[in-house]
């Protein structure tokens, strides 16, 4: 007895036709833009804004948050509360939180500052 032979059935090769339907080309914009890398203090608009006596006490923060966190977190979050729009206290802030060793807080207000401030250099770059 001859047995029968069963036809496999062919898988197709290519899928059903759609036809192609042209959309437009996607642009994507080219951005120049020009930086000055320096060493120098950057030029911050809001501590112009600031009564004399804050800013003469800014660079002073800066040391504090570095060396003595603990003492300058008391009045940064003070003044992070008081002059909200200024995003230089949110980064001081986040680093005397880092200097102390409290990385939840520091990453914290190192979101809150992105939020609040996403175009300010050192939000992004925290």
Do not use: W
């Amino acid at each position: 007895m001859a047995a029968k032979k069963r036809h496999k059935q062919r898988q197709q090769l290519f899928p059903t036709y759609t036809p192609h339907v042209p959309t437009a080309p996607v642009v994507h914009p080219v951005v120049l833009s020009e930086y000055e890398i320096t060493d120098e203090p950057l030029e911050n608009r809001h501590i112009k804004k600031l009564p004399a006596q804050v800013q003469a006490r800014i660079d002073d923060l800066y040391e504090l948050a570095q060396h003595h966190p603990t003492q300058a977190i008391t009045e940064l979050e003070r003044l992070v509360t008081t002059y909200p729009r200024v995003p230089t206290f949110s980064n001081y802030l986040s680093l005397a939180y880092l200097a102390a060793g409290d990385l939840e807080k520091t990453e914290a207000c190192v979101r809150e500052a992105y939020r609040r401030h996403p175009q300010y250099l050192f939000a992004k770059v925290n």
